[in-house]
C-alpha cells in the first residue's frame, strides 16, 4: 500500500553531518505522519524524530538541538538533517509512514555510523 525508499546514510567522524531522505508512494492519505527510527546493536528501535503533514515534530531528547527534521513540499518526503553526531548514534536508521493511526510502513533501513 505505501513503500519507502530511504537514502543517506554512510560513515562519518564525531562531529559530522549526515542527511537522511525518505520518499514515500502509493496511498498517501493528507493526514499523516512520517519520521526516522533507529536500532543501535543490541539495543531496541526507538524514536529519532516525526512531523506530522502539518509541520509538527517530535525529537528524541538525545537528538534535540542537533536533528532537524523535515518534509518536502508535497509532504511524501522527509529529510533528517543530523549535525553534531556522536559515536552513540550509530544505529541502522528506519523510516516510517502512517496514514492517520492506520498501519505504520517501515522502509527497510540505512546504516549511519560515527566514528570517534
Known amino acids: 500500500q505505501v513503500q519507502l525508499v530511504e537514502s543517506g546514510g554512510g560513515l562519518v567522524e564525531a562531529g559530522g553531518s549526515l542527511r537522511l531522505s525518505c520518499a514515500a508512494s502509493g496511498r498517501i492519505l493528507g493526514v499523516n505522519t512520517m519520521g526516522w527510527y533507529r536500532q543501535a546493536p543490541g539495543q531496541q528501535r526507538g524514536l529519532v524524530a516525526s512531523?506530522?503533514?502539518?509541520?509538527?515534530?517530535d525529537y528524541v531528547d538525545s537528538v534535540k538541538g542537533r536533528f532537524t527534521i523535515s518534509r518536502d513540499g508535497a509532504k511524501t518526503t522527509v529529510n533528517l538533517q543530523m549535525n553534531s553526531l556522536k559515536p552513540d548514534d550509530t544505529a541502522v536508521y528506519y523510516c516510517y509512514f502512517r496514514n492517520y493511526y492506520l498501519t505504520p510502513y517501515w522502509g527497510q533501513g540505512t546504516q549511519v555510523t560515527v566514528s570517534s
Open positions: 512531523i506530522t503533514d502539518g509541520g509538527d515534530t
